[in-house]
C-alpha cells in the first residue's frame, strides 16, 4: 500500500513535471505566433519564425507525453478531464494544426504567405486561450458520477476559465517576447523590449487576479493558502514571485540579453508550484484523488522504468539541438 | 438537425474521418525517411553530387508531410480521452503504457532530431547531420513498433486480467507488447509504407523521365523505386498471406467478411471474386466465385471445411460489406504493384528502364496506389474487427464518451473543414515540389533564406563530382 501511495506521488510529479516542460518549451513559440500580428514586416516575421522552426517539433511533444502519461498513469482522471473539457481540447487541437502546418507552408507560396501568417497567430491565439480557459475548468471543478464525467459540454464556460485564458495568453505572450529579446538583435530586439514591459505588467496584474479568484471557488483552496500552519509553507510563493519581478524589471531596465527570458520562466515555475499547492492531491479537484485514479502498479512501474531511463537522454539530445541552433537569428542569412 | 443523430455513430465517423488523414503521413514518412538515410549514405559513401541533390529534394517534400503527420497525430492522441473515454478508463493500464512508450522512444526521438536534420547540415558537418537522419528514420520504425503493438492489442488481446473497477490490466508485459497478431501486422504495414513511398518516387522519377529521359536525378530515383517495387511487392503479398492466416486464427468472423463468407461451408469454400453483400439477408448478391479456392487459400486444402458468420451471433458481426470491398481493393492494388515491379525488371533486363514510356505511364498512374491500399487495408482490419473495440472483449458502443450528439457533430464538422482546408494546401505544396525535377546544386528547406554559416562553404559545393542532375 505504502508503495502504491508514492508511487502515485511519484506519477503526479512526472505528469505536472511534462506539462511544466511543455509551458516551458512550447509557451513561448506560441507567444511569439501571438505577437506575429504586432510586426507586420516580412523580415522579422522570417527571423522570429526561423528562432523557433528547427525546435517547435520537439517543444510539442512534451504535450504529447503530458497528454498520453495522464492516459497510461492517471486513466480514470484521463477519461473524466477530456470530455469535460471537449470543446477547449478540440480548439486547442485545432489551433495547434494551423499553426503546425503554418511553419512549413509560409515558405512554400509566395500569394498566400500572409494567409499562413494570419493561421500561426490565430491557431497559437487559439491553442493557448484553449490552454488557459481548460487549466480555469479544471481548478474550478468538474461534475463526476461514478467513473465519468456527469455535466453539460458548456460547463468549462465561466468567467473564471475566461480569466485563467487570458492570463495564459498573457504569459505566453511575455515568454515569446523575452524569447526575442534572446535571439534577436537590433530594431525587433527593442521592440520586444518595449512589448516586454507592457505584458510583465499585465502578467502581474492577471497573477493577483487568478490569486485572488482562486480561494473563492471553494473552502479547500481557501484554507490551503490561509489557514494555519498552510500559510507558513505556502507564503514564500508570493514573495518569491515580488522577488523574481523585481529582478525582472532590473534586467530589462538594464538591458539584459538572456536573463529576461529565464526569469519571465521563474515566474512561470511560481505560478505553477501555486496550482500544485491549491490542487494537490487531487487530480480532478473536489473529485478524484491521485491514488483513486492511480492505474495499476504493475503499468506505473513499468513506465517508470522507461521515464527514468530516456528522459534524461531525451533532454540530452534536446539540449543538444538547442545548442547547435544557439545565439543571436539575422534577418536573410538563417542560422549564425 | 444534430441531435437527431447517434453520439457513437458521430464519435466513429470522427475517429475514422482523422484517421484516415492521419494513416497516409506516417505511412510515407517511414519510407521516405529511411529513403532520405539511404540517399545521405550513398552521398557520403560515394561523394556523387546527385545523391544530395535528390537527398534534398525530397528533404523538403518530406518536411511537409512530416509537419502533415505530427499535427494530424497530436489529434489523435487526444481522441482517445475526448471521444472515447470509457475506452481510456477501461484500457488505460496497458494501451496507456505502450503508447507512452511511443512518445517516449519514437516522437522525441524524430522531433529532436528532426531541426538539425532539416537546417542543420552546415552547421553540424555531414557525418554527424547523417546520424540526425538516421535517428529520424530509427524513430519513425520505433513509433510503428509501439503504435501496431497497441492496435494489436485491441484486435488479438493477450496477457491482461480484469480488475474489480472493470479495466484492462496488465499480467505479463511481453505477452501484451508481442500479441499473436504484432509480428504480422508490424511487418505488413512497414512493408507497406516503404512500398507506397517507393510508388510515389517512382511516380515522379517517372513523370520527369517521360518530358526528359536523360535527367540524372529522375534516372537514379526512378532506378531505386522500382528495385524496391519489385523486390518488396512479392514479399508483402506473402506476408499479406501470413497476417491474413494469422486472422482467422484469432479473428475468424474479420476473415469470414473479408471472403463475404456468410454461410459455412463443409467441404471447400469458394473464393467470391465480387459481389453485393446483403447484410440484412445474410448472403452475398450476384457472386462470381472460383470453387474451393478459398479453403486452398485459408487452409491450403481444396476441401477444408470452412466456418462462416452463420456460427457467429448476429450481434457480432462486422459490416460485411465495408470490409468485404476494401479487402478487394487493397488486393487487387498489391498485384498491380507486383505487376508494376515485373515490368520493370522486364525493361530493365532489355536496357529500356529509361525509355520505355508504357512503364513511366504505368508508374505515374500507380503513384497514389500505396496510399489508397493502406486505406482500404486499415479500413479492412478496423472494420473487421467491429463491433468490438477490444477484440470479444469491450464494445464500441460501450467505449464511447458520455457527450451529447451536438459536440461530437459540430467537432466532427470543425475538423472536417480544417482538413480540408489544411491538407488540401500541403498537397499542393508538395505536388508542386514534386512538378520541379531535382536540378544541380538543389537547396534543402527554406530555399528562399539560404542557411549558410558565415565563412563555411557549404557542403553541397565541396562534393559535386558526380553526374549532374
Known amino acids: 500500500m505504502i508503495a502504491a501511495v508514492d508511487l502515485a506521488t511519484v506519477w503526479a510529479f512526472i505528469i505536472a513535471f511534462a506539462v511544466f516542460v511543455y509551458v516551458?518549451?512550447?509557451?513561448?513559440?506560441?507567444?511569439?505566433?501571438?505577437?506575429?500580428?504586432?510586426?507586420?514586416?516580412?523580415?522579422?516575421?522570417?527571423?522570429?519564425?526561423?528562432?523557433?522552426?528547427?525546435?517547435?517539433?520537439?517543444?510539442?511533444?512534451?504535450?504529447?507525453?503530458?497528454?498520453?502519461?495522464?492516459?497510461?498513469?492517471?486513466?480514470?482522471?484521463?477519461?473524466?478531464?477530456?470530455?469535460?473539457?471537449?470543446?477547449?481540447?478540440?480548439?486547442?487541437?485545432?489551433?495547434?494544426?494551423?499553426?503546425?502546418?503554418?511553419?512549413?507552408?509560409?515558405?512554400?507560396?509566395?500569394?498566400?504567405?500572409?494567409?499562413?501568417?494570419?493561421a500561426f497567430a490565430g491557431g497559437s491565439l487559439l491553442a493557448t486561450l484553449a490552454q488557459g480557459v481548460a487549466l480555469g475548468a479544471i481548478l474550478q471543478g468538474v461534475h463526476v458520477e461514478g467513473r465519468h464525467y456527469a455535466g453539460g459540454w458548456w460547463d468549462w464556460?465561466?468567467?473564471?476559465?475566461?480569466?485563467?485564458?487570458?492570463?495564459?495568453?498573457?504569459?505566453?505572450?511575455?515568454?515569446?517576447?523575452?524569447?526575442?529579446?534572446?535571439?534577436?538583435?537590433?530594431?525587433?530586439?527593442?521592440?520586444?523590449?518595449?512589448?516586454?514591459?507592457?505584458?510583465?505588467?499585465?502578467?502581474?496584474?492577471?497573477?493577483?487576479?487568478?490569486?485572488?479568484?482562486?480561494?473563492?471557488?471553494?473552502?479547500?483552496?481557501?484554507?490551503?493558502?490561509?489557514?494555519?500552519?498552510?500559510?507558513?509553507?505556502?507564503?514564500?510563493?508570493?514573495?518569491?514571485?515580488?522577488?523574481?519581478?523585481?529582478?525582472?524589471?532590473?534586467?530589462?531596465?538594464?538591458?539584459?540579453?538572456?536573463?529576461?527570458?529565464?526569469?519571465?520562466?521563474?515566474?512561470?515555475?511560481?505560478?505553477?508550484?501555486?496550482?500544485?499547492?491549491?490542487?494537490?492531491?487531487?487530480?480532478?479537484?473536489?473529485?478524484?484523488?491521485?491514488?483513486q485514479a492511480a492505474a495499476p502498479q504493475n503499468s506505473q512501474i513499468f513506465m517508470l522504468v522507461g521515464v527514468a531511463g530516456l528522459v534524461p537522454l531525451i533532454l540530452g539530445y534536446t539540449g543538444w539541438a538547442y545548442w547547435v541552433f544557439r545565439g543571436k537569428v539575422r534577418a536573410g542569412s538563417g542560422y549564425h | 438537425m444534430l441531435s437527431n443523430l447517434d453520439p457513437i455513430v458521430l464519435a466513429r465517423a470522427q475517429f475514422a474521418f482523422t484517421m484516415s488523414f492521419h494513416i497516409v503521413f506516417p505511412a510515407f514518412s517511414i519510407g521516405l525517411a529511411s529513403y532520405l538515410a539511404v540517399l545521405e549514405a550513398l552521398w557520403l559513401w560515394t561523394g556523387r553530387e546527385v545523391f544530395l541533390n535528390l537527398f534534398h529534394y525530397w528533404l523538403k517534400i518530406f518536411a511537409i508531410a512530416f509537419g502533415m503527420g505530427v499535427v494530424s497525430g497530436i489529434v489523435m492522441s487526444y481522441q482517445f480521452g475526448t471521444n472515447w473515454s470509457v475506452f481510456a478508463d477501461k484500457t488505460g493500464p496497458v494501451i496507456g503504457p505502450l503508447m507512452a512508450y511511443e512518445v517516449l522512444t519514437a516522437f522525441f526521438l524524430e522531433a529532436g532530431f528532426l531541426g538539425v536534420m532539416l537546417f542543420g547540415l552546415e552547421r553540424v558537418g555531414p557525418r554527424l547531420h547523417f546520424v540526425a537522419t538516421l535517428m529520424v528514420a530509427i524513430g519513425t520504425l520505433i513509433s510503428a513498433f509501439w503504435i501496431l503493438s497497441a492496435n494489436s492489442w485491441m484486435q488479438t488481446p493477450a496477457g491482461y486480467a480484469i480488475n474489480p473497477d472493470g479495466q484492462f490490466v496488465v499480467a505479463d508485459w511481453f505477452k501484451v507488447i508481442f500479441n499473436p497478431s504484432f509480428p504480422y501486422r508490424l511487418v505488413h504495414m512497414v512493408l507497406a509504407a516503404y512500398l507506397t513511398t517507393s510508388l510515389v518516387v517512382?511516380?515522379?522519377?517517372?513523370?520527369?523521365?517521360?518530358?526528359?529521359?536523360?535527367?540524372?536525378?529522375?534516372?537514379?530515383?526512378?532506378?531505386?523505386?522500382?528495385?524496391?517495387?519489385?523486390?518488396?511487392?512479392?514479399?508483402?503479398?506473402?506476408?499479406?498471406?501470413?497476417?491474413?492466416?494469422?486472422?482467422?486464427?484469432?479473428?475468424?468472423?474479420?476473415?469470414?467478411?473479408?471472403?463475404?463468407?456468410?454461410?459455412?461451408?463443409?467441404?471447400?469454400?469458394?473464393?467470391?471474386?465480387?459481389?453485393?453483400?446483403?447484410?440484412?439477408?445474410?448472403?452475398?448478391?450476384?457472386?462470381?466465385?472460383?470453387?474451393?479456392?478459398?479453403?486452398?487459400?485459408?487452409?491450403?486444402?481444396?476441401d477444408a471445411p470452412l466456418a462462416g458468420l452463420d456460427t457467429v451471433p448476429r450481434e457480432n458481426w462486422p459490416p460485411v460489406a465495408i470490409t468485404f470491398w476494401s479487402f478487394r481493393i487493397m488486393v487487387a492494388l498489391g498485384f498491380l504493384i507486383f505487376a508494376l515491379g515485373l515490368f520493370s525488371l522486364w525493361t530493365r533486363w532489355r536496357g529500356t528502364l529509361f525509355d520505355s514510356r508504357p512503364l513511366h505511364i504505368f508508374a505515374l498512374t500507380m503513384g497514389p496506389a500505396g496510399f489508397i491500399a493502406v486505406l482500404a487495408g486499415w479500413i479492412t482490419t478496423e472494420t473487421g474487427r467491429q463491433p468490438f473495440t477490444v477484440y470479444g472483449l469491450l464494445r464500441t458502443a460501450d467505449a464511447v464518451s458520455p457527450l451529447a450528439a451536438p459536440a461530437v457533430g459540430s467537432s466532427l464538422l470543425a475538423f472536417v473543414v480544417v482538413y480540408f482546408i489544411v491538407f488540401a494546401a500541403g498537397a499542393i505544396y508538395i505536388l508542386r515540389l514534386m512538378a520541379a525535377s531535382p536540378h544541380h546544386g538543389e537547396e534543402g528547406p527554406r530555399g528562399d533564406m539560404p542557411a549558410r554559416a558565415a565563412g563555411i562553404t557549404p557542403a553541397s559545393g565541396v562534393a559535386g563530382q558526380g553526374a549532374p542532375s
Open chain 1, 24 to 118: 516551458v518549451m512550447d509557451g513561448f513559440d506560441l507567444g511569439l505566433g501571438m505577437l506575429f500580428p504586432l510586426f507586420p514586416a516580412k523580415a522579422d516575421r522570417d527571423v522570429m519564425m526561423n528562432s523557433v522552426a528547427p525546435v517547435w517539433d520537439g517543444n510539442e511533444t512534451w504535450l504529447v507525453l503530458g497528454g498520453g502519461g495522464l492516459m497510461a498513469a492517471f486513466p480514470l482522471a484521463y477519461a473524466v478531464l477530456m470530455p469535460a473539457l471537449y470543446t477547449p481540447m478540440i480548439a486547442m487541437l485545432i489551433g495547434l494544426v494551423f499553426r503546425g502546418v503554418a511553419f512549413e507552408f509560409r515558405w512554400r507560396t509566395t500569394a498566400a504567405r500572409n494567409r499562413w501568417d494570419i
Open chain 1, 157 to 291: 464556460l465561466t468567467p473564471f476559465s475566461l480569466l485563467t485564458g487570458v492570463a495564459l495568453v498573457i504569459g505566453y505572450s511575455l515568454l515569446g517576447a523575452t524569447w526575442l529579446i534572446l535571439k534577436t538583435e537590433g530594431a525587433l530586439r527593442e521592440k520586444a523590449y518595449r512589448l516586454s514591459w507592457g505584458l510583465l505588467f499585465a502578467m502581474l496584474a492577471a497573477i493577483a487576479l487568478v490569486s485572488i479568484a482562486t480561494p473563492f471557488l471553494n473552502i479547500q483552496y481557501a484554507q490551503r493558502w490561509f489557514a494555519w500552519p498552510n500559510v507558513a509553507l505556502a507564503a514564500p510563493v508570493p514573495i518569491a514571485v515580488a522577488a523574481v519581478t523585481a529582478l525582472l524589471i532590473r534586467s530589462l531596465g538594464q538591458k539584459q540579453d538572456s536573463r529576461p527570458f529565464f526569469l519571465a520562466l521563474a515566474l512561470f515555475a511560481l505560478s505553477y508550484a501555486g496550482l500544485g499547492i491549491s490542487m494537490y492531491p487531487f487530480i480532478v479537484p473536489q473529485s478524484i484523488t491521485i491514488w
Open chain 2, 202 to 302: 517512382g511516380a515522379v522519377g517517372a513523370y520527369h523521365l517521360l518530358r526528359d529521359p536523360h535527367l540524372a536525378g529522375p534516372r537514379v530515383m526512378f532506378s531505386m523505386a522500382m528495385w524496391m517495387a519489385a523486390l518488396i511487392a512479392p514479399i508483402q503479398i506473402l506476408a499479406g498471406d501470413q497476417h491474413g492466416l494469422n486472422t482467422l486464427e484469432h479473428q475468424p468472423a474479420k476473415v469470414m467478411a473479408m471472403e463475404g463468407h456468410y454461410q459455412s461451408h463443409k467441404d471447400g469454400a469458394p473464393l467470391i471474386l465480387f459481389g453485393l453483400p446483403d447484410q440484412e439477408a445474410g448472403r452475398v448478391d450476384y457472386a462470381i466465385e472460383i470453387p474451393k479456392l478459398s479453403s486452398l487459400i485459408l487452409k491450403h486444402s481444396l
